[in-house]
C-alpha cells in the first residue's frame, strides 16, 4: 500500500513517534467505520459544517487544494465559462465528488476514469475536451511528462477550495490525543510536507508511466 493518503498517515504518526496500521477498504466503508470506532484516524475528509456528530475534525486543515479545468493548448478558447462544459466531453475521477454545481449538473457529459495519466492520454487523443483535477497533482505531473506547453489551464476555473482535515474518531482511545494531532499536522505543515509528498508522489507515478 503506497497510496497519496498513507503516505500522510504514515507522515503523521513519525511526528507523533507513533507505529501505524494501514486498513485497506472502500472510502465509505472507511467513513462508516470511523464513525463508530472501528477506525481510529482518517485522512481525506472536507468539513461541511460546523456539526461533528462522532468525527473530531483536527485543525487546522493539512492541505487545501483547488479543482481544475484542463485543455489542449490548440483549443484554449472552447472552455470560457460553465455552460461550454455543456457541449464537451469531461475526464472525471470515477466516484469523485467536485464542486457544488458541477456535481448538481445533470447535461453533462461525464467520462469516468481511475487516474490522472488516463485522463491526459483520452485529452491527448481527442477523446475528450477537457478534464478536471487538483492542480497541485496535475500540473507537476504533466510538467514531469513533457507536456505543461501542450495540455493548459482553461480559462474557466471553479472559485470554489476544498480543505482536507485529519479526522479522529470520538468513539477511539486517541481522542484523548487530539492535541497531538493538531500539534503532528501543524509541524507538518510547518515544514511544508505535505505539499512536498503530494508532488512527489505524482511525479513518481508520471515516471512510471
Do not use: C, W
Amino acid at each position: 500500500m503506497n497510496g497519496l493518503q498513507v503516505k500522510y498517515l504514515k507522515n503523521i504518526a513519525k511526528h507523533m513517534n507513533m507505529e501505524v496500521e494501514i486498513v485497506p477498504m472502500p472510502f465509505a466503508r472507511r467513513i462508516r467505520e470511523l464513525r463508530e470506532g472501528n477506525l481510529d484516524v482518517l485522512v481525506g475528509l472536507q468539513r461541511v459544517d460546523g456539526t461533528q456528530d462522532e468525527v473530531v475534525y483536527i485543525n487546522p486543515s493539512y492541505e487545501t487544494l483547488r479543482h481544475t479545468f484542463f485543455v489542449r493548448k490548440d483549443d484554449i478558447g472552447q472552455l470560457l465559462s460553465f455552460t461550454d462544459l455543456k457541449k464537451l466531453n469531461i475526464g472525471v475521477t470515477r466516484n469523485a465528488k467536485y464542486f457544488d454545481r458541477f456535481n448538481q449538473e445533470t447535461d453533462l457529459i461525464m467520462v469516468p476514469v481511475s487516474t490522472l495519466s488516463q485522463k491526459i492520454e483520452l485529452l491527448k487523443k481527442g477523446r475528450i475536451d477537457t478534464f478536471i483535477h487538483f492542480q497541485e497533482s496535475a500540473l507537476p505531473f504533466l510538467s514531469d511528462m513533457g507536456l505543461q506547453d501542450d495540455i493548459v489551464l482553461a480559462q474557466y476555473q471553479p472559485i470554489e477550495v476544498n480543505s482536507y482535515h485529519v479526522t479522529i474518531s470520538q468513539n477511539s482511545p486517541f481522542f484523548n490525543k487530539k492535541h497531538l494531532f493538531e500539534t503532528a499536522v501543524r509541524d507538518a505543515l510547518a515544514n511544508n510536507e505535505f505539499a512536498t509528498i503530494r508532488r512527489e508522489h505524482y511525479l513518481s507515478r508520471a515516471r512510471q508511466n
